[in-house]
């Protein structure tokens, strides 16, 4: 799959930073400050003391210059040529320089160039002025954030105050004017809305809540329409069971709707895959363990045919979490079997903690569990083919809120959540037995 690129244009301290940071650790992808390139060449000049004042001057240093970042995790450092410029990034005196050479034809070329080669090499969300119309005119979505004066700059004052900068907020009132005045109103590549950007006045919104606004836009954007054969296979699977046995489902509002989140189920025969399918539809992720996919032909050819994300039990690096968070975030729900493999003895078994890891790492926010009643009879572990015409019935709840991500990082919490996780489950297990399956 070609990288794709996320842009967020706007006015000094719209909230661009903060949000492109918590969609990039969202989507798992990472950040690109373009406002840092310019910082960086500013932080260089005032530090090594370097008259930059000519045009022509920056234009033949530039040349042999070079800029280079080294994401540490989630953190970017910078270095212009031999000096690591990024413990001076944020000082207002760079920000100031770097608004004024920003003004320079040569340094946007050179600030241009590093961010287009850079951006080759993965998926970024890259904010800065002209991102949107100028250096990534095809990205795949564009943003641009604004809010009012007034409150740009007591956003500013307190981050400056938060840093231990000593400032004042008609200080940094008068600071945002100028800059205003000189990123908009200079000749070449001012701060414009790019026509296909998405416009977002965040004046009287918080940051999470511009956050969803704006995942739910890349969503949508990047919502994969199924293929004509998976969207058969489900209509398929539907008539079949629908045919053979007596199936009912209770609770389908809720899996009609449910969008980009992670579904949990019970797992006791080759069917549940398949139901789950006819209820979820063709956009459905399923995560499948390395282990049973090497060891099974049949799991092997019937999820051929559908997206799957392979995770080794004992370890779940990053780009599993990606693959995860690309799926979520293209509208797809994906599925995870908690207990591992199917059970043998029909009941719920203990959870494995990869459920939790994904809620934190993810940042899901809904989590679906769903019950499937009556399939360990028909088709059981180690019984070659299923019985028919028999009742099938699956439950499906109201979709659970999680939330405090950060509290659940440690593993008491992980496993605590696990635990709530199943709990759940086994609510919906009394209930069928208790309801439906009786009267199978
Ligand atoms: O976003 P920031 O405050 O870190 O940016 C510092 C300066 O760099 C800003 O005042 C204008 C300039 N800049 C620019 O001209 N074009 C960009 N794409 C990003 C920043």
Known sequence: ????????????????????????????????????????????????????????FLSTFLEGAQLKLKYEGSFARYYFNDLEVTPFLRKEPVAMKASFIAKQKAVRNFVNKNLQEISKKGDFIADGRD?????????????????????????????QKTMGIETSFEKVLEQLKLRDEQDSKRKIDPLVKPEDAFFIDTTSFTSEEVCDQMLFEIKKKFSVQPSFFRTFICIFLKGYFSLFYRFQVFGEEYSRKFLGGLVYANHTSFYDGLLLLTLLGPNTVFIASQKVMNKNFLIRLITSLFPLILVDEKKMPRDFFRSCNRAIHRGCPIVIFPEGARSTEGVISPFKEGISSIIVHCKVKEVLPIY???????????????SF???????????IQVSGHE??????????????????????EKHFKDTYECRT
């Open 372 to 386: 499937i009643g009556g399939v360990y009879t028909i088709w059981p572990k180690g019984k070659l083919l299923p």
């Open 389 to 399: 015409f028999k009742k099938i019935t699956v439950l499906v709840s109201k979709p």
């Open 1 to 56: 799959m070609s990288h794709f690129i996320i842009t967020i244009d706007g006015p000094s301290a719209s909230g661009k930073s903060t949000l492109a940071k918590k969609i990039a650790q969202r989507l798992g992808i990472n950040y690109l400050d373009s406002g840092a390139f310019y910082r960086s060449i500013a932080a260089y000049l005032i530090e090594k003391d370097v008259p930059s004042e000519e045009e022509s």
């Open 131 to 159: 991102l949107g119309s100028k250096v990534f005119p095809f990205a795949d979505v564009k943003f641009f954030l604004t809010a009012t004066l007034e409150s740009r700059a007591k956003r500013r004052e307190l981050e």
């Open 407 to 428: 509290e659940v990082e440690t593993k008491n919490n992980r496993a605590f959540l696990t635990d709530q996780l199943r709990g759940r489950l086994k609510n919906l």
